[in-house]
Antibody, heavy 128, light 108 residues
Framework: DVHLLQSGGGFIPPGGSLRLSCAAS????????MSWVRQSPGRGLEWVSS??????????????DYADSMKDRFTISRDNSKNTLFLQLNGLRADDTAIYYC???????????????WGQGALVTVAS | EIVLTQSPGTMSLSPGERATLSCRAS???????VAWYQQKSGQAPRLLFY???TRATGIPLRFSGSGSGTDFTLTISRLEPEDFAVYYC?????????FGQGTKVEIK
């Protein structure tokens, strides 16, 4: 069975930083892209970032993609040796307050993503 | 970016009734790259369909997806008690991928 176990989250003051983690099991981690999607009452579901898997066909790995409003502040990464996905959040603002979900993509590429499995979510609250 | 508008915002139905949910895109979605998700309170979304009409693993046959271009539909032929939830469409044909605002299917 596929499992995505998230950790991190919490209460952060404006301008602060936080790292979210997502430990994956039950599938070959390197064969699939991974993503972060956030959800808030005001913005609904919002794609944050994706990172590709390892494509032997294309000879590529770990290609990243970001939503424009987050690309200068957030960094996605993955540790393929530990089957773990990360999201580093810097310069947090009040409107970054949301539940952050990690999600498994259905294919290796970082674009055109459909999310077939989701983590349990991590609440990030940005407030002074 | 492509804006997805879901309608209605809320629908009140009884178990056994048919539910028809609409998702309209602000521009044509390439290759019918639309997915549908179900979300219950306090849970993460669950994938129902991708490619507009391809059922994800384990999704019951009472659920069906259809559409192309700018108009997409999720149909639940006969509502079961466990189907009362919020449903979201997502387009993944153009970057950034975007979600609709959701349709809540509630018990009448």
């Amino acid at each position: 069975d596929v499992h995505l176990l998230q950790s991190g989250g919490g209460f952060i003051p404006p301008g602060g930083s936080l790292r979210l983690s997502c430990a994956a099991s039950g599938f070959t981690f390197t064969d699939y892209s991974m993503s972060w999607v956030r959800q808030s009452p005001g913005r609904g579901l919002e794609w944050v970032s994706s990172i590709s898997g390892v494509s032997s066909l294309l000879g590529t790995s770990d290609i990243t993609d970001y939503a424009d409003s987050m690309k200068d502040r957030f960094t996605i990464s993955r540790d393929n040796s530990k089957n773990t996905l990360f999201l580093q959040l810097n310069g947090l603002r009040a409107d970054d307050t949301a539940i952050y979900y990690c999600a498994k993509g259905m294919w290796v590429g970082e674009t055109h993503n459909v999310f077939d499995f989701w983590g349990q979510g991590a609440l990030v609250t940005v407030a002074s | 970016e492509i804006v997805l508008t879901q309608s209605p915002g809320t629908m009140s139905l009884s178990p056994g009734e048919r539910a028809t949910l609409s998702c309209r895109a602000s521009q044509s979605v390439s290759s019918g790259y639309v997915a549908w998700y179900q979300q219950k309170s306090g849970q993460a979304p669950r994938l129902l369909f991708y490619g507009a009409a391809t059922r994800a693993t384990g999704i019951p046959l009472r659920f069906s997806g259809s559409g192309s271009g700018t108009d997409f539909t999720l149909t639940i032929s006969r509502l079961e008690p466990e189907d009362f939830a919020v449903y979201y469409c997502q387009q993944y044909g153009s970057s950034p991928g975007t979600f609709g605002q959701g349709t809540k299917v509630e018990i009448k």
